[in-house]
């Protein structure tokens, strides 16, 4: 067993125990939980010459569960489920609640979403929402341009 110092004082060396005081274990950026410990869903963003495509991981889940809007530029998805259950037996009653919200939001790049043509649908606890690119906005082959 080897020695390392750490903050002035002399500390045994074990295999993965340096990864204990090198790693954020609360670095909230790199999980899907918020500062109140609620689960985010997963985001996937890919952009092709025809559209931006997001993919939202939301297993159990039902459609009307969400609702998603785009003001200006800023696209928002956002859930609220709330469930309740009551059970009765002779001598006493159970009831119990949850409630799951979440909300995330993104930038559109300005003047390249052609607003009238967002869709979305709900498959298999995957939110596909679709943002195609105006006409102008799209990439177009290259062309030659010839010497004179």
Same mark, same amino acid.
């Given at each position: 067993?080897?020695?390392?110092?750490?903050?002035?004082?002399?500390?045994?060396?074990?295999?993965?125990?340096?990864?204990?005081?090198?790693?954020?274990?609360?670095?909230?950026?790199?999980?899907?939980?918020?500062?109140?410990?609620?689960?985010? !869903?997963? *985001?996937?963003?890919?952009?092709?010459? @025809?559209?931006?495509?997001? @993919? *939202? $991981? $939301?297993?159990?889940?039902?459609?009307?569960?969400?609702?998603?809007?785009?003001?200006?530029?800023?696209?928002?998805?956002?859930?609220?489920?709330?469930?309740?259950?009551?059970?009765?037996?002779?001598?006493?009653?159970?009831?119990?609640?949850?409630?799951?919200?979440?909300?995330?939001?993104?930038?559109?790049?300005?003047?390249? *979403?052609?607003?009238?043509?967002?869709?979305?649908?709900?498959?298999?606890?995957?939110?596909?929402?679709?943002? !195609?690119?105006?006409?102008?906005?799209?990439?177009? $082959? !290259?062309?030659?341009?010839?010497?004179?």
């Amino acid at each position: 067993m080897t020695l390392m110092k750490r903050n002035g004082s002399m500390l045994p060396a074990f295999p993965g125990f340096d990864d204990l005081f090198t790693r954020e274990l609360f670095n909230w950026g790199n999980t899907n939980f918020s500062s109140t410990s609620t689960t985010i !869903p997963s *985001v996937n963003i890919k952009e092709s010459d @025809e559209s931006f495509e997001v @993919e *939202v $991981a $939301a297993p159990g889940m039902e459609k009307q569960d969400f609702n998603i809007t785009l003001d200006g530029t800023l696209l928002t998805i956002s859930s609220v489920r709330q469930n309740s259950s009551q059970s009765k037996q002779d001598n006493y009653t159970r009831r119990e609640f949850s409630y799951q919200s979440f909300q995330r939001s993104f930038e559109l790049p300005k003047q390249v *979403v052609d607003e009238d043509n967002i869709n979305a649908h709900y498959e298999n606890g995957l939110l596909h929402i679709t943002i !195609p690119k105006r006409e102008e906005a799209k990439r177009k $082959a !290259p062309r030659l341009i010839e010497i004179a």
